[in-house]
């Protein structure tokens, strides 16, 4: 939605604050600025993401609006796709935000495992890994996660296997299943496969983030209310 004045804004915002995922707004607005309308809506939520965009470097500083509780700043003239990456970051950092459980995630690759605890440890969130399905078996049964990411296709034995291992011993984990294909095979085949035989969400290398935040929630919130 887009409105002109800001107290128009403000009254759209205040009579459905859940129905808005971010907030763009310029500094300089009559009646109302951009920090004071920023500050009546999170007064109202505190944790939409707002954006705000001025081309008075005096009026605005980045750190005294990350004081307000505002997570992003631009200088104009504001380049495209310079505010598509920063929409991008705020949506995403505003999904990984909702994320609250213990995660697991089985892959035999360093990096990939160390990727997922960069995207994923946040306050709220405890991420453990395991490379191969005998160690993350072994941290089912110690830690209890929320929920578990297994890849595919891994040297010892294969993640088809780990996914029917694991609904076997723990039939209410859900398991999101990730690949990249093997060698002479699409990772679409894989991952039907598993979703066959239990997986609740299927992804290909290279995880698209937002998607996968999002599939992270729905699968914790759901396995909260069981």
């Not at 800001?6 to 759209?12: G, I, K, N, R, T």
């Not at 997922?116 to 209890?144: H, Y």
Request: glycine share 8%; aromatic share 6%.
């Amino acid at each position: 939605s887009g409105y002109s004045m800001s107290v128009e804004a403000l009254d759209a915002f205040r009579a459905e604050p859940q129905r808005f995922d971010l907030v763009i707004t310029d500094m300089a607005m009559p009646v109302m600025t951009g920090l004071q309308l920023a500050g009546e809506m999170l007064s109202i939520r505190p944790d939409i993401p707002i954006l705000i965009a001025t081309g008075f470097s005096e009026q605005v500083d980045r750190q005294r609006i990350e004081a307000l509780g505002i997570k992003g700043f631009l200088m104009k003239p504001v380049l495209s796709r310079e505010l598509g990456r920063e929409v991008r970051r705020l949506l995403d950092e505003s999904l990984k935000s909702r994320i609250r459980g213990r995660i697991l995630v089985i892959d035999d690759e360093p990096a990939v495992r160390l990727l997922f605890r960069e995207k994923l440890s946040l306050d709220g969130c405890e991420v453990l890994d395991a490379a191969n399905e005998s160690e993350g078996l072994a941290v089912c049964r110690r830690e209890r996660p929320d929920l578990v990411v297994t890849d595919l296709i891994m040297p010892d034995k294969e993640g088809i296997e780990t996914i029917m291992d694991i609904r076997r011993e723990f039939p209410e984990l859900s398991i999101i299943a990730i690949s990249g294909g093997g060698i002479s095979t699409s990772p679409d085949t894989y991952l039907d496969m598993a979703e066959r035989l239990g997986a609740r969400q299927v992804f290909t290398k290279p995880i698209e983030w937002p998607s996968f935040y999002r599939a992270v929630i729905e699968l914790l919130h759901s396995g909260s209310r069981k």
